[in-house]
Structures are given as structure tokens and as C-alpha cells.
């Protein structure tokens, strides 16, 4: 039998900047459930906010939604090693980005959760 049991919850939506021509970008909020099986109970619960680049709606909407696509899949491997790196190797509170509701991943260890420096219009 397991120690325990981890359900993850992955909730994504669409945030944005201005009302014409609006910029972009995906939200995905986590949440990881701990349960004992022995006991039947919850043990520990924790949310995580995932908060992608925004850009023209024009530009993610190109391609047949190339841009948003790529940001769903970097979205699920920041979380994939955030959620058990959090629950089980770090010892302090993720952080939120400065003046944000988002998380702050760029100590993940592979490096995978560090915003690149883009030039955007």
C-alpha cells in the first residue's frame, strides 16, 4: 500500500490587458491534495499559481494557436516539477511575483520555471 496519495487539480483560464486589441495570456491554478490512505484523510493541501507571458490576441491566435498551445505546455512542466519540489524537497513558501497573485518558478532546479528576457511590441 502507498504512503499516500497526490491528486492535482488543474484549473486553466485566459487573463488579460485592454478590451480592444487585447494581450493574452494563460492563468493555471494547481492544487495538489495529499490523503493518507490508512486513515482516509486529507493531510495537506496547497494551491499554485502559474502565470504565462501575455501578448496581442493577434499573436497567440496565429497558427492555429501555436503560442498558446506552447504556453499550456510550459505551463504543465513548470508545474510538474514545482508541485512535488514544493510539497517535498524545499523547506519555505514558493513566492509570489512582485505586486502579482502569480508564483514566482525561477528556483526551480532545472532551471525550467525562469521567464526569458523577451522583446515585446
Known amino acids: 500500500m502507498p504512503d499516500h496519495f497526490l491528486v492535482i487539480e488543474f484549473r486553466l483560464g485566459l487573463q ?20 493518507d490512505p490508512g486513515s482516509n484523510r486529507q493531510v495537506h493541501q496547497s494551491t499554485w499559481a502559474y502565470c504565462g507571458d501575455r501578448y496581442h490576441f493577434v499573436q497567440m491566435a496565429a497558427d492555429n494557436g501555436a503560442a498558446l498551445r506552447a504556453q499550456i505546455d510550459h505551463a504543465a512542466a513548470v508545474l510538474a516539477e514545482a508541485i512535488p519540489y514544493d510539497l517535498y524537497v524545499s523547506r519555505r513558501p514558493r513566492p509570489l ?14 532551471g525550467v520555471g525562469r521567464r526569458a528576457v523577451s522583446s515585446r511590441s
Open 97 to 110: 511575483l512582485f505586486n502579482s497573485t502569480c508564483m514566482d518558478f525561477g528556483d526551480l532546479p532545472s
Open 16 to 35: 488579460r490587458e485592454h478590451l480592444v486589441n487585447p494581450r493574452v495570456g494563460i492563468i493555471v491554478l494547481a492544487r495538489a491534495k495529499v490523503r
